[in-house]
């Protein structure tokens, strides 16, 4: 089990930039898998990024380039660099962990608000 807290949304301009940070209760070296997943209004949680123990990582096809999934064993946080940001990712975006690595035991944040808005 792992509680998870995330930090660092707000409002920002097209093209802006924002970094957040999902900070866990406990050593996320032994999660098999952390990413991060957003939801709009009316829509379906999807992921947006997810990096691995080993350091692997993936990204959904509408944030490559733009966004960038890093973690820090040490302070047992992940962060997700947001570059050149768009409108449409508007969303709520939450912190999660997979234990396994399966897409199947997950546990999640509070989610943080992230606007992207002229």
């Known amino acids: 089990q792992v509680q998870l807290v995330e930090s660092g949304g707000g409002l920002v301009q097209p093209g802006g930039s924002l970094r957040l940070s999902c900070a866990a209760s406990?050593?996320?070296?032994?999660?098999?898998?952390m990413g991060w997943y957003r939801q709009a209004p009316g829509k379906q949680r999807e992921l947006v990024a997810r990096?691995?123990?080993?350091?692997?990582?993936n990204y959904a096809d509408f944030v490559k380039g733009r966004f960038t999934i890093s973690r820090d064993n040490a302070k047992n946080t992940v962060y997700l660099q947001m570059n050149s940001l768009k409108p449409e990712d508007t969303a709520v975006y939450y912190c999660n962990a997979d234990l396994l690595g399966l897409y199947k035991r997950f546990y999640w944040g509070q989610g943080t608000q992230v606007t992207v808005s002229s």
């Open positions: 406990r050593s996320i070296a032994s999660i098999n898998a």
């Open positions: 990096v691995t123990s080993g350091g692997g990582t």
